[in-house]
């Protein structure tokens, strides 16, 4: 069901905020993918004020959009106050390795996910900051510019050391990182090979 955009109100009791750079970002998403909001329609209440959504309600309005997919519930006021904090929790966790791996950091970073970048400042980040691969010290994230022969020549060689039954009986207490140990690995057996000769 699609509704006129101007008979949507924004909840006046969100909890949920967004930084400028991240509404842009989902206000650029909008205009190009706006099949997403066909998936994820907005939730409203009978009253047709947001449940959830409001993020994507103002940034369809900033698109220029006039009407949006909505689904309107009828749940108690109990149910859509529970609603309105579940729809906005995080759940799941990123699998920081995969996305390293077999993603492409660039579209990810278009598409609104937060990923590293050389001009971030670690110690800028909150406390609060948490990430199992550890871009907050004592942790830092590198990043190498290689051609596609040496990428994949070097993915290779962190799946072999990965896959290899001495390496995962490594103690990973100091890195939860799996590239980061084998790559440190690599370069050890590197420096024990190169001072052996």
């Known amino acids: 069901m699609k509704a006129p955009i101007d008979t949507i109100k924004e909840n006046p009791h969100n909890p949920r905020t967004i930084t400028e750079d991240k509404f842009r970002k989902l206000v650029k998403s909008l205009k ?5 909001l066909e998936a994820r329609p907005i939730v409203v209440d009978k009253d047709n004020i947001v ?6 309600l103002k940034a ?3 698109a220029g959009l006039t009407e949006v997919p909505i689904y309107r519930s009828e749940w108690s006021h109990d149910k859509s ?13 990123w699998d920081w390795d995969l996305l390293a791996n077999e993603w492409d950091s ?5 598409w609104g996910l ?8 670690p110690e800028q980040l909150a406390d609060g900051f948490d990430l199992a ?5 004592p942790f830092q994230s590198l990043t190498f510019t290689l051609s596609d022969a040496q990428a994949e020549y070097l993915k290779e060689r962190l799946t072999e050391v990965k896959q290899d039954p001495a ?4 103690d990973a207490a100091e890195n939860d990182n799996s590239n980061g140990n084998a790559l440190s690995l690599l370069a050890q057996q590197w420096a024990e090979q190169k001072t052996s000769f």
């Open 32 to 36: 190009e993918f706006p099949e997403m």
């Open 51 to 56: 449940l959830g959504g409001n993020m994507r």
């Open 60 to 62: 369809a309005r900033e």
């Open 81 to 93: 106050s529970e609603f309105v904090i579940k729809d906005n929790v995080g759940f799941g966790e």
């Open 106 to 110: 660039y579209p990810l970073a278009e």
């Open 114 to 121: 937060d990923v590293w970048s050389p001009d971030l400042d």
């Open 133 to 137: 691969d550890g871009d907050k010290p």
């Open 167 to 170: 390496f995962q009986d490594m």
